[in-house]
């Protein structure tokens, strides 16, 4: 799970990139057009990869300070890589089961963050991301890389 929940992070950093010159101010994800795209590895080798829905979302800018909330809706988790319908269902009930995310009682995961400052990488990052993540009710501080692009 740590290797799915990582992915996510790293596709939420997606949602707080910029195409165009960043003004002051409170930006309203679109949800109909944000999705995160994941990637997740099993211990034992291969793994599956998929996407799943941001159901809302604000990334706030002052100057050169940005902050965001992302949630995320646990239940719109899909697989992409598995063509065959029943191990593709199997995958998604065990995905939203309670031994992994739990979406009947937690259906929502949420992304905060608390601190974005320039770091750039050589792999083209431009940001370290700082925030909090919670999932299935436990909150715990993560942090990544992002490309982040406009007026900073």
Known sequence: ????????????????????????????????????????????????????RVSSG??????????????????????????????NAYLLNHLKGEDFFNTVKFPDAIFETTKITEAKGNDGTTHRVEGNLTIKGITKPVSFSAKITGGM
């Open 1 to 52: 799970m740590k290797k799915t929940v990582l992915s996510i992070l790293a596709a939420v950093a997606i949602a707080f990139t910029a195409q165009a010159q960043i003004t002051d101010g409170k930006y309203i994800l679109d949800f109909n057009k944000s999705t995160i795209n994941w990637k997740a590895t099993k211990v034992t080798g291969g793994g599956h990869e998929g996407t799943i």
């Open 58 to 87: 604000v990334v706030n800018v002052a100057g050169k300070s940005i902050s965001g909330k992302v949630k995320v809706d646990m239940n719109g988790i899909v697989c992409t890589d598995l063509q065959d319908a029943g191990k």
